[in-house]
């Protein structure tokens, strides 16, 4: 089974520099969670602007991480500048969250 998640680009950024990439991914695991939290709260709130803020913030992590979510990703910025309802990207969003807490366990597994 392939992993949810690639370090090809953290080992491009790091030079092989394997404390460095430790030092990436416990960032990543620290700073993700709780702005994929505050995102699904925003939405869930009928917060546009602010699921648009986590949503755009956690994008350049999720590209270092090659986790492919960059069309949901811009799909919840699109929805965020429209008006439709929060319904409308619950699926997009639950999408998001099974995706990125699958790369999340399979980090901590690998990175321990």
């Not at 995102?39 to 270092?64: E, G």
């Not at 008006?83 to 999408?95: A, C, P």
């Amino acid at each position: 089974m392939s992993k949810g998640y690639s370090l090809k680009h953290v080992n491009e950024l790091s030079g092989g520099d394997n404390e460095f990439i430790a030092v990436l991914v416990q960032t990543f695991l620290e700073e993700i969670p709780p702005d994929l939290d505050s995102m699904v709260q925003a939405v869930d709130a009928d917060n546009p602007q602010m699921a648009y803020q986590y949503a755009h913030k956690m994008k350049p992590n999720l590209q270092l991480f090659d986790i492919d979510l960059l069309s949901q990703i811009k799909q919840i910025e699109a929805w965020s500048k429209s008006n439709k309802s929060k319904e409308q990207i619950k699926t997009v969003l639950n999408h998001i969250v099974e995706i990125v807490n699958g790369a999340i366990e399979e980090l901590k597994v690998d990175f321990p």
